[in-house]
Nanobody
């Protein structure tokens, strides 16, 4: 059973950068589409970004506006989310998720494996 673990969250100031990591254990995500989602208190879970198994296709939520990049290291079986020019509105619990059967990467329901999340807090 694949287990995902996020790391790299923290408290930063507006304009700073953070890199979140998602590592897989108990199985591999090397052939899976992997996505990042976020959820702020009282809000619905929101699509942030995704990367195809080959790394050739990436998608981002409209709010990203070119500030984030997503990448993967097949050898390490890990996916990264580089977040730049962070805003207070980016404050949320960030989750990585992997699909069991590759499909439309935007809906949260298309993902089978989920991590526990890492908190990102951006102060103004």
């Amino acid at each position: 059973q694949v287990q995902l673990a996020e790391s790299g969250g923290g408290l930063v100031q507006a304009g700073d950068s953070l890199t979140l990591s998602c590592a897989a254990t108990g199985g591999t995500i090397s052939k899976s589409t992997v996505g990042w989602f976020r959820q702020a208190p009282g809000e619905e879970r929101e699509f942030v970004a995704s990367i195809s198994w080959s790394g050739g296709l990436t998608y981002f939520g409209d709010f990203v506006e070119g500030r984030f990049t997503i990448s993967r290291d097949i050898a390490k079986d890990a996916v990264y989310l580089q977040m730049n020019r962070l805003k207070p509105g980016d404050t949320a619990l960030y989750y990585c998720a992997a699909q069991k059967f590759n499909s439309n990467p935007r809906p949260a329901g298309s993902y089978y494996y989920w991590g526990q999340g890492t908190q990102v807090t951006v102060s103004s």
